[in-house]
C-alpha cells in the first residue's frame, strides 16, 4: 500500500475507486490464456501478434489503441487476424473478440462483497476503468452495477484512461471529494503510479483478504474479505456465461 497525499490521517480516505480487469476478474495474462484455449491458438503466439498490432499504434500498452479508442474493436480483431496469417501461417477466424475474452469469464465474490460493505458503511464507492466501449455490455452482465458502485468512469466516455492526470482529476470530482479522500485499488502498478502522482492513496491489488487488510485503515473500519482461496487468478469465482 503506498499513500498519494502526505499527510493524510488514518480513515481520512471517503471515496474508494476499483478497476475492473485484473481486480473484479482474473488477471489479462490469466484472460489470455483462456482466449488462446478458445480460439486454437498458442497463447505465446497470440501475446506476440497482439504485440506486433499493438506497436503499429506507437504504444506498447495492448489495451490503449481499443480503450482510447484508437480502433474499433472489429477493425483490430481484423489486424490480429491478419497478422496471424502473415507471419505465422495461421488462418483463424476470431469473431466477436468482445465476446470471446469474456465467455466464461469470472467474478470475484469476495471482493465485490467488500465493495457492498464499503458502500453500506457510507463510503462512496466507483468504478475507473480503461475499458473498451464495445465491452459494456459484457462487463455488465457481470457486475450488478447499480448495487455496487455510486459512480462509473471509463476511458471511453471520458477521453482519458489511466494512468493520465486527467482521470483520476475527473473521478475525484465526481465523488466530491478532494484527492487525497481517494483510494484506487488497480492490479497495474503503472496505474497504481499516476493515482499517486495526483495525490491519491493507491493499492496494488494481488487478492480481496490483502486489498481489504491493506484498505481498513485508510477508511478507519475493519474489512475481511468472507473466506475462501485468496491467491490471484485462483479465487472463489462465479462464472457468467454469456448468451
Known sequence: ???????????????????FGGVLTPSAAASTRAYSDLV?????ILQQVIVRVTATYGTDDPMLPLDTPLVTE??????????LARDFA????????????FRDRPVDTQWLSVLRDLRAAGFFVGMLS????????????????TEVFD?????????????????????ALAAGVEAGQCVLVDDMPGNCAGAEASGWHAIRFTDAAEAARQLSPLVGIELVAPAGRTRHDDRPWVAVRHA
Open 1 to 19: 500500500m503506498t499513500a498519494g497525499a502526505e499527510g493524510a490521517a488514518a480513515g481520512h480516505v471517503r471515496a474508494v475507486w476499483t478497476d
Open 40 to 44: 486454437g491458438v498458442p497463447v505465446a
Open 74 to 83: 472489429d477493425e483490430w480483431t481484423r489486424q490480429v487476424e491478419q497478422v
Open 90 to 101: 495461421l488462418d483463424v477466424k476470431l469473431g466477436d473478440f468482445g465476446e470471446g475474452w
Open 130 to 145: 480503461n475499458m473498451v466501449p464495445t465491452w459494456e455490455r459484457h462487463w455488465r452482465a457481470m457486475v450488478p452495477s
Open 151 to 171: 459512480h462509473i468512469v471509463v476511458s471511453h466516455e471520458v477521453g482519458f484512461r489511466k494512468p493520465m492526470r486527467q482521470i483520476y482529476d475527473l473521478a
